[in-house]
């Protein structure tokens, strides 16, 4: 247990916010894909990069900063650095290769960060159990939207940006939820 309560102190305890920042962008993402779907695509894509941008910058942070055994700091730092490359990949696109890029990016990230949520969801897990099948259950939900997405961006015209939206919102309320039960953690083991 002591070795759990160290390997969590490094891992978590001092960062328990950088879930619920990345969650609240999330959110605020989905909405604004939700009520402005076709009004500024280059808009939304360019805001889009600089919010990968800065979630390759906190995951690289993190993926730094905790890098005791068993924390699982390779997976923030891979994800970080594929955020951090793919941001700057779209930033020296042109715009009219910028916006079908992001099109694609977009679905193809948000799969790539569920999954990688699924992992923490599990691992997480050994520490506490309660509300594991909350987070599986935001977290399938926005692999299905994002599929749906990817099967057809172009064609859906408006409904991808259902889509799209309703994946982000997902994803967001699973890393604020992931937030909270960190904070729990910490308060129960006393850190």
Request: one cysteine or more; glycine letters at 8%; hydrophobic letters at 60%.
């Amino acid at each position: 247990m002591m070795i759990m309560k160290n390997t969590f102190r490094r891992y978590a305890s001092k960062l328990w916010w950088f879930p619920l920042i990345t969650g609240l962008l999330s959110i605020g993402m989905g909405i604004w894909c939700l009520f402005s779907p076709t009004s500024s695509l280059t808009l939304l894509a360019y805001v889009f990069t600089a919010l990968l941008l800065l979630a390759g910058c906190m995951n690289l942070s993190y993926g730094i900063i905790n890098t005791a055994p068993h924390s699982n700091w390779g997976w923030s730092l891979a994800l970080g650095i594929l955020e951090v490359i793919m941001a700057f990949w779209l930033y020296s696109l042109p715009v009219a290769t910028l916006v079908t890029a992001f099109i694609f990016g977009v679905g193809i990230y948000l799969i790539i960060v569920a999954i990688n949520a699924l992992c923490e969801s599990f691992m997480l897990h050994s520490y506490s159990g309660e509300g594991t099948w909350l987070f599986v259950l935001l977290l399938l939900a926005t692999l299905f939207f994002a599929f749906i997405f990817l099967m057809a961006p172009v064609a859906g015209g408006v409904a991808v940006w259902l889509y799209i939206g309703i994946s982000f919102i997902t994803f967001g309320c699973y890393r604020i939820a992931l937030a909270v039960k960190i904070n729990r953690i910490n308060k129960r083991m006393g850190l």
